[in-house]
């Protein structure tokens, strides 16, 4: 069952199934229409740079790419996480290596599964986007219960896709496994029916297995906590500009303006179509290098020869717009001003500021609060299956998190307060190393200890503490 790490072949998917077409044979009411699957399709193109409205005159500033970048590096930037097992610290520090990449695809497609499996006497880890796998159930908690898990390979002309169904009932988890064959010129169908045994990568497979004695799925669903825009009572992740898509279009459109407006606006010379030679290809013979500059014309004119094409261009009042544009899309996606746009010359008071700084946090500290809860799930399956296959650990070890509030708070403006605080007497010196290096309080005090003994009679300089 988890001898393969479920890979997708890209261009085989050109679009999502039907939801009702997927759950016919397993006999199941998959809770995700085909609204909310759309969405996340249409998201996922808007990030990989094949947003609907781009062509030949509206070129994209791919501002959706670089909102899930930004909130992807404020996630992580800070994190520190470890598990109090050897063996399974060793196979979830390798994953946490590539955490920032994988949130930032979470965010451009409303969520990620962290999916453990065994192969070849190893625990490995399979991240599945969210535009491969359908969410089937969840509980009163928004806990996921049931999901879809999409696996293709292309053979020749054919497609064949194998469904992998994960329910979780009471204590015991379901897993049945269907697979099909279709040609690639119907690659958004499933297809007819075939044996798992007929492909050489499945052979093996079961259709039908269980897990038992455990309370929740294999793995972690890292869902971003965006209220869903397409269905209220949809308990899917949505990317994080879901509520942004037709800002996004407007900021490439009034992007593509200013690009013309300088193309528009470049400077030429209008000549008479007499003032250069042709060649024998009948082609004017022009300054080499400049060739773009000149612009033959017939002016009729015997006085004139020549003219200066040299219009002012309108820049600043488009980037104005491109610039509000994007103060727009901030407020829509929970980010705080200047994270896309550029700081105006129009003040803005301090509590506008702290709003909009208050606003981020808070986007931040749910998303890192979702992740948590994923990364926790995913330790619990790593610990599952090392029991199932028998791989020496500690049973359900402990998973700690370490996070960083500097969205909100300015290091050096917290460690210069503190500082002040304690030239004042207010706090000493263990306080103070708490606050500004996240010292424990026995980590402060062995500390301060330390620099007493280098100088017994002295007090705790202040340059010291500032080091």
């Not at 072949?9 to 609204?35: H, Q």
């Not at 509000?324 to 509590?351: D, H, N, Y």
Request: charge should be negative; hydrophobic fraction near 35%; aromatic fraction near 10%.
């Amino acid at each position: 069952m988890f001898e393969r790490l479920i890979t997708f072949i890209k261009g085989a998917i050109n679009k999502m199934f039907n939801t009702s077409d997927i759950a016919k044979d397993f006999n199941i009411d998959i809770s995700t229409n085909n609204e909310v699957m759309r969405l996340i399709e249409k998201c996922a193109n808007i990030y990989n740079h094949k947003a609907p409205w781009l062509n030949e005159e509206v070129k994209s500033l791919n501002v959706a790419k670089t909102i899930c970048e930004k909130v992807a590096k404020a996630v992580t930037i800070e994190l520190k996480s470890q598990v109090r097992d050897k063996e399974i610290e060793e196979i979830y520090q390798r994953f946490i290596k590539n955490i920032r990449t994988n949130t930032e695809y979470a965010l451009a497609k409303g969520g990620m599964f962290f999916k453990p499996f065994y192969s070849n006497g190893k625990i490995k880890i399979s991240c599945i986007h969210a535009d491969k796998f359908i969410p089937v159930k969840f509980d009163s908690t928004g806990e996921l219960l049931g999901a879809i898990f999409i696996d293709q390979m292309v053979k020749g002309d054919e497609i064949y896709t194998r469904l992998e169904y994960n329910d979780l009932n009471n204590t015991t988890i379901t897993i049945k496994n269907v697979a099909y064959k279709t040609n690639k010129n119907n690659s958004n169908t499933l297809g007819t029916k075939t044996n798992l045994n007929s492909i050489p990568e499945w052979k093996g497979i079961q259709e039908e297995t269980q897990i038992e004695n455990v309370n929740r799925l294999i793995g972690g669903y890292f869902k971003i906590p965006i209220a869903n825009p397409i269905d209220n009572a949809s308990l899917v992740g949505v990317p994080i500009f879901a509520n942004a898509i037709e800002i996004l279009e407007e900021i490439d459109k009034q992007f593509s303006r200013t690009l013309w407006e300088y193309e528009g606006a470049e400077l030429a010379l209008d000549v008479d179509a007499t003032t250069f030679k042709k060649d024998e290809k009948d082609k004017y013979i022009l300054p080499k290098g400049k060739e773009r500059l000149f612009r033959m014309l017939d002016f009729n004119d015997d006085e004139r020869t020549w003219n200066v094409f040299s219009p002012a261009i309108r820049d600043a009042a488009l980037f104005n717009g491109l610039n509000e544009w994007l103060r727009q899309c901030e407020s829509q996606c929970g980010l705080s001003f200047g994270v896309l746009s550029k700081e105006t010359g129009i003040a803005k008071t301090a509590t506008e500021i702290n709003s909009s700084k208050q606003d981020y946090y808070v986007t931040v500290s749910d998303i890192q609060g979702a992740l948590q809860t994923a990364l926790e799930d995913l330790v619990y399956g790593i610990d599952v299956l090392m029991m199932l296959y028998g791989i020496p650990h500690k049973a359900n070890p402990d998973i700690s998190f370490d996070w960083d509030d500097s969205i909100l708070v300015d290091s050096e403006k917290k460690q210069s307060q503190s500082l002040i605080e304690r030239n004042a007497g207010l706090i000493d010196d263990v306080e103070y190393f708490i606050q500004t290096r996240d010292y424990s309080e026995k980590e402060a005090i062995e500390y301060v200890e330390k620099m007493k003994q280098r100088s017994p009679e002295e007090p705790v300089k202040k340059e010291e503490i500032e080091e």
